[in-house]
DNA sequence: ACGCTAACGGACGCCGGCGTCCGTTTAGCT
DNA sequence: AGCTAAACGGACGCCGGCGTCCGTTAGCGT
């Protein structure tokens, strides 16, 4: 889709729509989502016309711009079935998407909550899931998951990750990780 | 504080205070803290300008309605501490505060952010630490409250017991529940 | 019963964010 | 170089929340 558009769009539009998902994540990541689209506006040093033309709604942008941070989502995931230790795998797993979560403001909030018109993202988020079952599955069978864990738990862990966005991001990115040690050692069987 | 001010005030303005704060535990708990304050009043069934007389910021009125649920705090960590097990009574203290967290929307956020000029509320959070610190103390001395342990820890899974908010109330609760019993495995030695 | 004053609340002006319109600019084609 | 349509962005009106002012109401003391 991006590319049909990309092909039959003018070079300053183009342009444009560059600097704008580049100044949405710096706004993003710095302030969170709740930020007024102006501000995405200005930073990128367009008028709030072309930012509406170009994105109509603040999710459309969102998804737009977290689209990164979605495929580095699915990366890590694959990364982990790959390891030959699936319990090391999910460690590792944990560890990193708390601080994927933890450096991107918006985007915890865009995952967990998948919002509607999103479906794009939302299937992502579903396809990493199933491959978390799957590793999921593999680690309890080497005994060193906990049985009795979900992936209600997982997801509940990430969620939670996202009510430390009210940090600095150092602060947040810190206390991310020592997080996903304790969920770790929760997880432990 | 409270008493001085009740003994002055006329009667119509006692039960206005009374209902204020009603709505305002009501409607923070429904939808948060962040909401307008003229819902409150609206709620409570009073002008504005009455709302602001009382209560003159946000956070003066959120100390106020929260100080109940500030006092169950205390009296959670209190009960922990009187416990003959320490480690049974940290594990009932962690559940508690998160249901009490859950229940109560707005609470979390003012208990962790402890705003400026909540000096009362900083106080009493304080004071729960200290309980909590000694609690913590004895559950490691028998051995099965892990020796890394921190208190920021603790300060840490509260946190982000609070960014399951986005919930509806009685998933929250159910959330919250599990997330506890999550944080007292990763605490157990 | 009456007056004094505390307390009330509707109404006001302000501000910041929203989404859109329209006159201007400029890329791209011939 | 000139034309055309795509793209731009400043300006506009709207809305919702804010905090305050002031004319009105009603509690309480005599």
Known sequence: ????????????????????LDAARAVFAAKGLDVPMRAIARRAGVGPATL?????????????????????????VDEGLANPDPWQ???VVIEKLCELHAR???FAASFA?????????A?????ALVSLAELARRAKATGQLSPDFTLDDLVLVLRANGGLDAMSTTAR???SRRFAALAIRAFHA
């Open 113 to 121: 909550a998948a919002f509607p018109g999103a479906m794009d993202l």
């Open 1 to 20: 889709m991006a590319s049909a558009l990309t092909q039959t769009l003018r070079s300053d539009a183009r342009d444009n729509r560059e600097r704008i």
């Open 104 to 106: 991107h403001r918006g």
């Open 173 to 175: 990115v810190a206390a």
């Open 52 to 76: 509406y033309r170009h994105f109509p709604t603040k999710q459309a942008l969102a998804t737009e711009a977290f689209a990164e941070q979605m495929r580095a989502c699915q990366d890590i």
């Open 89 to 91: 795998g999910l460690r």
């Open 123 to 127: 299937a992502r988020r579903e396809r």
